[in-house]
Nanobody, 121 residues
Framework: QVQLVESGGGLVQAGGSLRLSCAASGRTFSRYTMGWFRQVPGKEREFVAAINWVSTAYADSVKGRFTISRDNAKNTVYLQMNNLKPEDTAVYYC????????????????WGQGTQVTVSS
């Protein structure tokens, strides 16, 4: 069992930056693929970024602006978000899974409660 707790969301102006953190419980954190997703009301949950032990992946909409990283010693995954845009406004969720289908929400086994990111224009 893995518990995930996100933090770091908030209100920021367009062009600004935020860093989200996701702290995970459990001793097998390094084995999991970790992903970030986001969701706005009325829409499906959207893939943002993912990281496993050798590589990363990003949605086209965030490439060049967002960076995912992990610190296995701290059981934490991060999402550095730069040059934020109003369309990045959403609830951001952290997820963990033993998966190769890392852009698909149903492939992840564990989810955090989400953190709100609001970007004003």
């Amino acid at each position: 069992q893995v518990q995930l707790v996100e933090s770091g969301g908030g209100l920021v102006q367009a062009g600004g930056s935020l860093r989200l953190s996701c702290a995970a419980s459990g001793r097998t954190f390094s084995r999991y693929t970790m992903g970030w997703f986001r969701q706005v009301p009325g829409k499906e949950r959207e893939f943002v970024a993912a990281i496993n032990w050798v590589s990363t992946a990003y949605a086209d909409s965030v490439k060049g602006r967002f960076t995912i990283s992990r610190d296995n010693a701290k059981n934490t995954v991060y999402l550095q978000m730069n040059n934020l845009k109003p369309e990045d406004t959403a609830v951001y969720y952290c997820a963990a899974g033993s998966t190769t289908g890392w852009t698909i929400p149903s492939k992840y086994d564990y989810w955090g409660q989400g953190t709100q990111v609001t970007v004003s224009s």
